[in-house]
């Protein structure tokens, strides 16, 4: 059966922009560990769904045109080094407009586990930031953190994640040498969350 492993993309893939945004390919960095990690996980048959929150769409500050030109270019660059990109998911809306798919809100992670039909409870999702770790919680995935130099960049009492890698190359190894166990596949049929 096919593995996924659910991935935040800023300060996960890429170097985050501080209180900014990625808005052109020139500032797209991926973060050391990045390609390395993403190869490891493809082959052992895992592969990324991205979920990221782009509200500089709804900002006016990036034309979805360009972020999906953005995507086509990174989602390159990976596959060329090894690495199998399943999905990419973004919530294009401003905080203020109340959708149900940024993130903490767990509404991407359904689409994706309606499009791959994956478990949460067998999935690991990465990210480095609080509501990363807040969404992983809601659904029931194992949370992991990237944090560079080992220490979360901010407290996140509400959702501690289960374990911190400083790159992806390491929570990659972490996440290969420790297979979430599945469930039967009788229970598959009540696992399936309707979009809401
Ligand atoms: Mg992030
Ligand atoms: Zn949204």
């Known amino acids: 059966m096919e593995r996924f492993v659910l ?5 996960v893939i890429n170097r985050r922009i501080v209180g900014g945004y990625v808005t052109a390919w020139e500032e797209f960095q991926f973060l050391p560990g990045a390609l390395e990690g993403l190869a490891l996980l493809a082959r052992r048959g895992v592969s990324a769904l991205i979920i990221s929150n782009q509200a500089c769409v709804g900002k006016g500050l990036l034309a979805p045109e360009m ?3 953005i ?3 990174f989602v390159k660059q990976i596959e060329d080094r090894g690495g199998r990109i399943g999905g990419v998911y973004y ?8 959708c149900g ?8 992670l359904f689409h994706a ?5 994956f478990r949460f409870s067998e999935t690991y999702l990465i990210g480095d930031s609080p509501s990363d770790m807040a969404t992983a919680r809601a659904v029931g995935c194992p949370g992991l953190l990237i944090a560079e130099d080992g220490v979360a960049r901010e407290p996140m009492p509400m959702a ?14 972490f996440i290969i040498a420790h297979p979430l166990p599945s469930e039967p596949s009788e229970e598959s049929a009540g696992q399936k969350v309707p979009l809401a």
């Open 160 to 173: 501690p994640p289960e374990w911190v890698f400083p790159d992806l190359a390491e929570a990659a190894r």
């Open 113 to 117: 586990q309606m499009a791959h039909g």
């Open 91 to 98: 919530c294009p809306h401003r905080p203020e407009e109340g």
């Open 67 to 69: 972020l999906q030109q």
């Open 7 to 11: 991935l935040d993309r800023d300060g």
């Open 71 to 73: 995507t086509r270019l």
């Open 101 to 108: 798919c940024r993130k903490p809100k767990p509404g991407l």
